[in-house]
Every structure is written in structure tokens, then in C-alpha cells.
């Protein structure tokens, strides 16, 4: 009884394996004929070891051809490697060019992100005008709602309510002008 649980085991791993190494070549197959989504899918293998043996060097690879070619996921995702410095050496400033990739694309979490980088000042010169800008684009995408007036006056409103106290009037109405030149730009892309 045990012997046969362990064949059944073993037959089962075979299968996944082999299930595991087409599915690899199929993505593969489409990545080599420059789809970005399979690009993107391709890195995603890469990293998990799925079908092939682990490898970031080539799944950064992948990634970087998807974000060339405007995979927005694929953009967001290596900002987050290089701002992390996992697979790759760190690098803010690569990391802010990938999400203003995604962000010029109109994709809320490039957005949010490249915000951030703002706010931060990292890989970008600090610049809380364009944060605010960036920021209310996103609230404009979501159709978000303000915050009561009582959990602004504590501190629990959104980022944009936080940053918005601190900037003075004329800097609202630059972020605002800004924010309608971002969606444009976002609408001619």
C-alpha cells in the first residue's frame, strides 16, 4: 500500500513537471515572437522556477522587454525590484523611470507609486506640487469622495488630504492645473 502511495506520488510530480515545462515553452514561444504579456508571464516563470530552473538574471530580462514594450505590470513590477534592490542592484532613479512609464499609461498603482517618489524625493527631485498632482489624478480616476471634515482635522484623510494641508493655496491650483495636463497627456498616449 505504502509502495503504490509513492508511485502515484512520483507519477504525480512527473506530470506536474512535464504540465509545468509545456506550459514554460508554450509562454516562451509567444514571448520570442515579442507578445508583452507573454514577456511579462515569461519573467514570472523565471522568478518561481516554473518549467524551468529559477533564474532572476532572466527574469529581469523578460520584464525589462515587456516594459519596453509597455506592459504595464511588467513596468510597476521592476520599479519595485530596483527600488528594493531584489534581483538587481538598487536604483531609484530606475525604479522612478519604470513607474513614470506605467503612470504616463494612466495605471493607478504607477500613479500611486511615481507619487511616492515625489514625496520622497526618491530617484526624483522631491517635488510635492507633482505629488499632489499625481495624486489627484488617482482620486479623479477612482471618483474617490473627501474625507469628512473631522477625520481630516485627525489626520485620517487620504495621502492627498495630508499632502493638501500642507501645500498653500497657489500650489493647489498648480497641482491642479498639473493634474489636468498628466490626463491629457494620458489621453493622447
Not at 98 to 124: F, H, I, P
Request: hydrophobic share 40%; net charge positive.
Amino acid at each position: 500500500k505504502q509502495e503504490a502511495k509513492l508511485r502515484v506520488s512520483r507519477e504525480d510530480a512527473t506530470r506536474r513537471m512535464l504540465d509545468e515545462k509545456r506550459h514554460f515553452d508554450e509562454v516562451d514561444a509567444r514571448a520570442r515572437k515579442g507578445f508583452p504579456d507573454a514577456e511579462f508571464q515569461l519573467g514570472n516563470l523565471y522568478r518561481d522556477g516554473i518549467g524551468v530552473t529559477r533564474d532572476m538574471v532572466q527574469a529581469i530580462g523578460c520584464w525589462g522587454a515587456a516594459a519596453l514594450h509597455g506592459h504595464v505590470r511588467a513596468q510597476t513590477t521592476l520599479g519595485d525590484y530596483y527600488a528594493a534592490g531584489r534581483g538587481v542592484e538598487k536604483d531609484l532613479v530606475m525604479a522612478a523611470k519604470m513607474y513614470r512609464m506605467a503612470s504616463q499609461q494612466g495605471d493607478l498603482v504607477g500613479l500611486q507609486k511615481m507619487a511616492e517618489c515625489y514625496l520622497n524625493g526618491s530617484g526624483v527631485i522631491k517635488d510635492e506640487v507633482e505629488a499632489f498632482a499625481l495624486l489627484t489624478l488617482i482620486a479623479i480616476r477612482k471618483g474617490e469622495q473627501r474625507t469628512n471634515f473631522l477625520k481630516r482635522v485627525l489626520g485620517q484623510g487620504s495621502p492627498l488630504e495630508a499632502l493638501e494641508s500642507r501645500l498653500t493655496g497657489e500650489q493647489r491650483a498648480a497641482g491642479l492645473e498639473r493634474a489636468k495636463e498628466l490626463q491629457r497627456e494620458i489621453e493622447t498616449y
